[in-house]
Nanobody
Framework: QVQLVESGGGLVQPGGSLRLSCAASGSIFSINAMGWYRQAPGKQRELVADSTRGGSTNYADSVKGRFTISRDNAKNMVYLQMNSLKPEDTAVYYC???????????????WGQGTQVTVSS
């Protein structure tokens, strides 16, 4: 069984910062891409940022220069540092990862349960 558990969400004022964390646990042989998505009320889920195991990163245009994704491969964790937050960043943020459970397995995609980020004064 594989689990992704997010933490670090909450209420923050515009211009503030939050750091999200996601821990992958369970039967894990290796993890390829890890990333963050978000879904605001009435909108589709969208990619915020992702990172390959080798460290290549990709960001949505709306968060470039404000958000930074990082990961600790030894701990099977991924982080999202969010600075200069705006009300339009309000959403449920989901962790996502491509995980291989054993050597002969292929990569399967997993989601966390989500953590709420609310940016409001």
């Amino acid at each position: 069984q594989v689990q992704l558990v997010e933490s670090g969400g909450g209420l923050v004022q515009p211009g503030g910062s939050l750091r999200l964390s996601c821990a992958a646990s369970g039967s894990i042989f290796s993890i390829n891409a890890m990333g963050w998505y978000r879904q605001a009320p009435g909108k589709q889920r969208e990619l915020v940022a992702d990172s390959t195991r080798g460290g290549s990163t990709n960001y949505a245009d709306s968060v470039k220069g404000r958000f930074t994704i990082s990961r600790d491969n030894a701990k099977n964790m991924v982080y999202l540092q969010m600075n200069s937050l705006k009300p339009e960043d309000t959403a449920v943020y989901y962790c996502n990862a491509d995980i291989r459970k054993y050597l002969s397995d292929w990569y399967h995609n997993y989601w966390g349960q989500g953590t709420q980020v609310t940016v409001s004064s």
